[in-house]
């Protein structure tokens, strides 16, 4: 991936954009313990990649977005931060992977990037729980399945509901980032296009 001078610094405003959201408001919903937190965290950082895609529409801007927003995480307050930037990074790679499947920019692809990125913070623990902090994968899934309870209102037996509720809630959520992200991607790119900023046409 080739870029210009002017391309790297509005994916670095970007990627900064979404870090000060990690750094500020992700100590504010942590601190007041606020429910499903990773998953507003996830669709406003998407949404802002997503948007940056717009501007700088080649391949390997999402996921360099991403790189940047990670490394800003590092001046996070406080608490473990190596989760946080594991979750930034695979939610930006998973929208760079989708994105790149597609070729051209689309309402759909953007819809799926933001659906696939938002549900990876659903999973993570599965991934880094074992692997990160020792923790077994039965106290991650008895941990997932205690968060369902809370949330939804499900009696514990109810395992296969609250599974299909949250993957539910998760791509819902993330396939609307994707959808919203589209419709002012292409606002502001028109608008920006006005004044010879260089964003997608078309």
């Known amino acids: 991936m080739k870029l210009t001078t002017r391309e790297l610094s509005i994916l670095a405003v970007f990627g900064a954009v979404w ?5 500020s408001l ?4 942590k601190s007041l313990n606020v429910p499903l937190s990773g998953m507003i965290l996830s669709a406003l950082g998407l949404t802002v990649a997503l948007i940056g895609r717009v501007y700088v529409p080649r391949k390997g801007s999402t996921l360099f977005i991403g790189m940047i927003a990670m490394l800003l995480k590092l001046f996070s307050m406080g608490g473990i931060i190596i989760g946080p930037m594991i979750a930034i990074f695979t939610e930006a790679l998973v929208a760079e992977l989708v994105l790149s499947l597609f070729g051209k ?4 692809a ?5 659906a ?14 074992p692997l990160l902090f020792g923790r077994s994968m039965l106290v991650v899934w008895l941990d997932f399945i205690d968060n369902g309870v809370r949330l939804l209102g499900f009696e514990p037996q109810a395992v296969v509901g609250i599974v299909l509720v949250m993957l539910a809630i998760y791509l819902v959520v993330g396939a609307l980032v994707g959808w919203i992200s589209w419709s002012l991607a292409r606002q502001l790119a028109q608008r920006a296009g006005k004044t010879g900023f260089p964003v997608a046409r078309g």
């Open 116 to 129: 696939l990125g938002v549900t990876w913070t659903l999973l993570q623990p599965f991934v880094t729980g």
């Open 105 to 108: 920019p689309s309402r759909a």
């Open 19 to 23: 870090g000060l959201v990690e750094i």
């Open 26 to 29: 992700g100590s504010v919903l």
């Open 110 to 114: 953007f819809s799926l990037a933001g």
